[in-house]
């Protein structure tokens, strides 16, 4: 596996409370992206990072935001949790924007109450 | 917006016999990528062509890409009760270079 881990790996909460996912990376690839799967839905993209401080809106990223200050770590804040947002949440990571052969995460399963 | 739909949604087979699966897209691409993923699991890359190829090999698995009808094949020969998993198209291409995922194609081989 590639050395991609994320934290944690499970998280009941409740509504309206903040909770932060984080992805580590130690490949020192550039790219760093978000994807929540869904049933039904497949795997969509959150946002996405080219580079530290560097970071952009996906397709679903409405309720999310990120921050990126270091290559390796990537983190993606639900400010207010709401039941729609129990997913499970994929971080994943690409050396190369030509290709973009992406390299998943183990996924962090969480439950809003 | 989904741009590849995997066809069938799933597939049951003995080991032993081959697999196959479809993927249709919308838009221009640079790349199709096709990804597996075991149950509770993350993604794992298996192969990618390019816009250019028209199929390639690795080990028992085949893609093919057809730009013309938009779609591609995953043909898994011989297949193995551990090729049970999902598979997943990806396409790239856009400004932006986004991978763009379909929903899948769940398939369970049977000893």
């Known amino acids: 596996d590639a050395g991609i881990t994320q934290s944690p790996r499970h998280k009941v909460t409740e509504t309206g409370t903040p909770v932060t996912l984080r992805c580590h990376q130690t490949e020192n690839h550039r790219y760093m992206y978000w994807y929540r799967q869904d049933p039904g839905h497949g795997l969509r993209l959150i946002h996405y990072?080219?580079?530290?401080?560097?970071?952009d809106k996906g397709e679903v990223s409405d309720g999310y935001s990120v921050s990126r200050s270091k290559t390796e770590d990537f983190l993606l804040t639900l400010e207010s949790a709401t039941s729609s947002q129990t997913s499970v949440y994929f971080c994943?990571?690409?050396?190369?924007?030509?290709?973009?052969?992406?390299?998943f995460g183990p996924g962090t399963r969480l439950t809003v109450l | 917006s989904q741009q590849g739909e995997e066809d069938p949604q799933a597939l049951s087979i003995q080991e032993g016999e081959n697999a196959t699966m479809n993927c249709s897209y919308k838009?221009?691409?640079?790349?199709l990528q096709w990804y597996r993923q075991n149950s509770g699991r993350g993604l794992v890359h298996l192969i990618l062509?390019?816009?250019?190829?028209r199929e390639k090999h690795s080990g028992r698995l085949r893609v093919t890409l057809d730009t013309s009808k938009k779609s591609s094949s995953l043909l898994i020969t011989a297949s193995r009760a551990a090729d049970t998993a999902s598979y997943f198209c990806?396409?790239?291409?856009?400004?932006?270079?986004?991978?763009?995922f379909g929903k899948g194609t769940k398939l369970s081989v049977k000893p």
């Open positions: 838009t221009s691409i640079n790349n």
């Open positions: 062509i390019r816009s250019n190829e």
């Open positions: 990072s080219y580079g530290v401080k560097d970071t």
């Open positions: 994943a990571i690409s050396e190369s924007r030509e290709y973009n052969e992406q390299f």
């Open positions: 990806a396409t790239a291409g856009g400004s932006q270079g986004n991978l763009i």
